[in-house]
């Protein structure tokens, strides 16, 4: 199966610090990626979606500005989470999806990242 | 209108027992339901998915079925083991609107050796 990995798989930071995480496909070529938030015991909550090339879409509620996407290529987006705080702590997944209408378009997902903010 | 209602929460299996977790959707729209496992510490994986078009999908020890009518899907896990302890996600989504995922709130699953 199609694999994704994210690097890095912890890190903690000091707050105020800005942290970037990595999201890549490594074995496909993904138009479309998508960013996710993952608090204990809860679901997954969608934070933005991304489009090699163009801007990243949002969900209402997440600020643009704090968390910063960057789809440069067709096998890698980042995540850089800008001037962090406590509250920023949580469990980052990505996933990538490979594009057309000829499937159902499965998305696949990355370990997740585990972030904590002191 | 794009939730996914999940159930229940929690579920305790003895070894060898059948678990059955629910979703019900609002939105007719949906047109792909993967059910997704997830281990402590993990990104969640791809169990197993249907589309409205059929009323149940088995892989191997795990069958989706599917009622469009009520708008209602389950995932039935035969013969449950220790291994498969894990929290279980159902999901939904809708061609055209880049296949954003809305997900079920997710179950945790034991299974009792």
């Known amino acids: 199966g199609a694999v994704v990995s994210q690097h890095p798989s912890r890190v903690i930071c000091k707050s105020g610090t800005s942290v970037k995480i990595e999201c890549r496909s490594l074995?496909?070529?993904?138009?479309?990626m998508f960013w996710y938030r993952q608090f204990p015991k809860q679901s997954l909550m969608l934070m933005a979606t991304?489009?090699?090339?163009?801007?990243?879409?949002?969900e209402q509620g997440v600020e643009k500005d704090k968390f910063l996407i960057n789809h440069a290529s067709l096998t890698l987006s980042t995540l850089t989470v800008t001037s962090a705080h406590p509250e920023d702590s949580s469990f980052y997944i990505c996933?990538?999806?490979?594009?057309?209408?000829?499937?159902?378009?499965?998305?696949?997902f990355g370990p997740g990242t585990r972030l904590t903010v002191l | 209108q794009q939730q996914v209602k999940q159930s229940p929460q929690s579920l305790i299996v003895q070894k060898g027992g059948i678990s059955i977790i629910n979703c019900a959707y609002e939105?007719?729209?949906?047109?792909?339901f993967p059910w997704y496992q997830q281990f402590p510490g993990k990104g969640p994986a791809l169990l197993i998915a249907?589309?409205?078009?059929?009323s149940e999908k088995k892989e191997g020890r795990f069958t989706i079925s599917f009622n469009k009518s009520a708008k209602q899907f389950s995932l039935h896990i035969m013969d449950s083991q220790p291994g498969d302890s894990a929290t279980y996600f159902c999901?939904?989504?809708?061609?055209?609107?880049?296949?954003?995922?809305?997900f079920g709130s997710g179950t945790q699953l034991t299974v009792l050796p």
């Open positions: 074995d496909f070529q993904a138009t479309t």
């Open positions: 991304s489009n090699e090339g163009s801007k990243a879409t949002y």
């Open positions: 249907i589309r409205p078009d059929v």
């Open positions: 999901a939904a989504s809708i061609e055209g609107s880049a296949r954003q995922l809305t």
């Open positions: 939105n007719t729209a949906f047109d792909y």
């Open positions: 996933s990538a999806r490979v594009g057309g209408r000829s499937s159902y378009n499965e998305q696949f």
